[in-house]
Structures are given as structure tokens and as C-alpha cells.
């Protein structure tokens, strides 16, 4: 079993700056890729960023936050971060970080077998 849990969400004003956190717990994710969703009021949840853990830390964006987030990850940790910058209203959102088995990076939610419970991000204009 594993456990994630998010930190860091909170309300602030656009073009400002916000990291998220995710601490994972109950294995080495060694062997894991990781991912950040988001899930706005009304709209189904959506896939960020994703980081590969074997592949030398490939990444890969949405189109929607590419040049503004980044993903990282701190092995010796178990945690992986979102550092948002340039934060507009649209990017309000509940954010929830993901890991799946396998390597490489993917999008899609059926790739990942794990989820935290979210943190919430406020975009105000």
C-alpha cells in the first residue's frame, strides 16, 4: 500500500507563485512514475505534469501550464514537487499528485494506482 499526501495549496493573487508537495510513504517509489492532476469545479479532472523516476527524471506537460509548472522529485525523500508560477484564475483547482508503476511519464489517469486526497489552489484575479 501507499500513501500520498499533499501540501503546499492555498489562495494567491494571479501571476503569483505557489510549490505543492506530495510525500509518498509505504514503498521507494524507485520503480514508480508520478503525475499531478487538477480538478476544477464542474469539469473532470485533468492531467499537469508527470515525471519519469528510472528515465533520469523525464518530464512531460499539459500544453495549458507548459513554461509555468514544473515538476521535480527528491528521491532520498519520496516526494515530488509542483512549482507553479505565472498562476492565472483558470488553474484554480483541487491538485492531486498520482504514482503508478512502470517507468516513463503518462497522462492518462489509468496509468497511476495511486492517489492523494488533494490540496486546494485558489487563483484570485
Known amino acids: 500500500q501507499v500513501q500520498l499526501v499533499e501540501s503546499g495549496g492555498g489562495l494567491v493573487q494571479a501571476g503569483g507563485s505557489l510549490r505543492l508537495s506530495c510525500a509518498a510513504s509505504g514503498r521507494t517509489f524507485s520503480r514508480y512514475r508520478l503525475a499531478w492532476f487538477r480538478q476544477a469545479p464542474g469539469k473532470e479532472r485533468e492531467f499537469i505534469a508527470a515525471?519519469?523516476?528510472?528515465?533520469?527524471?523525464?518530464?512531460y506537460y499539459a500544453d495549458s501550464v507548459k513554461g509555468r509548472f514544473t515538476i521535480s522529485r527528491d528521491n532520498a525523500k519520496n516526494t515530488v514537487f509542483l512549482q507553479m508560477n505565472s498562476l492565472k484564475p483558470e488553474d484554480t483547482a483541487v491538485y492531486y499528485c498520482?504514482?503508478?508503476?512502470?517507468?516513463?511519464?503518462?497522462?492518462?489517469?489509468?496509468?497511476?494506482?495511486?492517489w492523494g486526497q488533494g490540496t486546494q489552489v485558489t487563483v484570485s484575479s
Open positions: 515525471i519519469s523516476w528510472w528515465s533520469g527524471g523525464a518530464t
Open positions: 498520482a504514482a503508478g508503476e512502470g517507468t516513463g511519464t503518462a497522462s492518462w489517469q489509468g496509468a497511476y494506482d495511486y
